[in-house]
């Protein structure tokens, strides 16, 4: 069974920046692909952002394109959601997700979640 642990979340002012981490306690071809995922209060989950190991793939939101960017650490078995120039409206709770395609949908195993406050 593998495990995703997330942390970086926190409170952030508009403008801010913000750098998220899940952890994957193992890797094998159901983790080829890691995914970011958010859900605000009230509304539905929605994709982020994804990468394989390599970066050699790699797909952002159009929503936060030019603001986060995803990145990894193999040595670690870590990726990283960098988000900048933070607004309200990305308050959400943050999933990191681990799967086998290039999917914005299927994923084998999801994260707990961090908490992402952005006030105005």
């Known amino acids: 069974q593998v495990q995703l642990v997330e942390s970086g979340g926190g409170s952030v002012q508009a403008g801010g920046s913000l750098r998220l981490s899940c952890v994957a306690s193992t890797r094998t071809w159901r983790t080829t692909v890691m995914g970011w995922f958010r859900q605000a209060p009230g509304k539905e989950r929605e994709f982020v952002a994804l990468?394989?190991?390599?970066?050699?793939?790699?797909r952002i939101a159009n929503s936060v394109k030019d603001r986060f960017t995803m990145s990894g650490d193999n040595a670690k078995n870590t990726m990283y959601l960098q988000m900048s120039s933070l607004k309200p409206e990305d308050t959400a709770v943050y999933y990191c997700a681990a799967g086998s395609t290039l999917s914005e949908t299927d994923y084998h195993y999801w994260g707990q979640g961090t908490q992402v406050t952005v006030s105005s």
């Open positions: 990468s394989d190991w390599s970066e050699e793939h790699t």
